[in-house]
């Protein structure tokens, strides 16, 4: 599964050319990132799917859907429940950077969070897995980024907590600027921009 073949899947015609500082995005998330997520930024950008599934990005001004920001709130949603007493007090698995960790690159509008699985040490051989925004359950997808995004936008994908759409298949991308928006979230100085054209 290529990412031009998602973005011709997802009904665009050519890159966005989003550019980020790669090396600031990755120090700031601790890792390198998986080849065909920094390709995908490209050729997409900010953005998401279905008015449902959102695809963070680094170097947005939007906190809610900058890549490392999505972790450190990962890692304080998990810290909060600690102080709270609340069960679990942690993910029903590790967080990145622990050895294996989960590190979060997506969501849904239902809460839903979408995590790559850390367990090895080339990022282009992690694979996909999910939590539901209720409950503890977890499902995992035997694949990568973009193998998992393919199955998102033909509606094959098998997460039980993942929504069907009712939408025209394939799922056409909703692009946005990474804009702070106001109100809830944080906002960012942003590094990442479109290239002009």
Not at 48 to 55: C, H, I, N, R, T
Not at 128 to 143: C, K, L, S
Request: with cysteine; proline share 9%; aromatic share 14%.
């Amino acid at each position: 599964m290529t990412i031009t073949q998602l973005a011709s899947d997802a009904g665009l015609t050519a890159p966005r050319r989003y550019t980020v500082d790669w090396d600031r995005a990755e120090a700031a998330v601790g890792t390198p990132l998986p080849a065909d997520y920094k390709e995908y930024v490209h050729w997409f950008g900010p953005g998401g799917f279905d008015e449902y599934l959102v695809v963070c990005v680094p170097g947005v001004e939007n906190g809610n859907t900058e890549l490392a920001a999505l972790l450190a709130r990962e890692h304080s949603h998990a810290q909060l429940r600690a102080r709270l007493g609340r069960r679990p007090a942690a993910p029903p698995f590790l967080l990145f950077p622990e050895p294996g960790g989960w590190l979060p690159w997506g969501f849904t509008t239902g809460g839903d969070v979408l995590y790559w699985v850390t367990s090895c040490e080339n990022p282009d051989d992690w694979t996909i897995a999910g939590r539901p925004g209720r409950g503890d359950d977890v499902a995992h997808f035997d694949g990568g980024f973009a193998a998992f995004l393919r199955t998102f936008v033909w509606d094959t994908v098998e997460m039980p907590f993942l929504s069907e759409t009712e939408s025209e298949i394939p799922l056409a991308f909703e692009p946005s600027d990474g804009t702070w928006l106001g109100g809830a979230g944080e906002r960012l100085e942003p590094y990442g921009r479109f290239e002009a054209a």
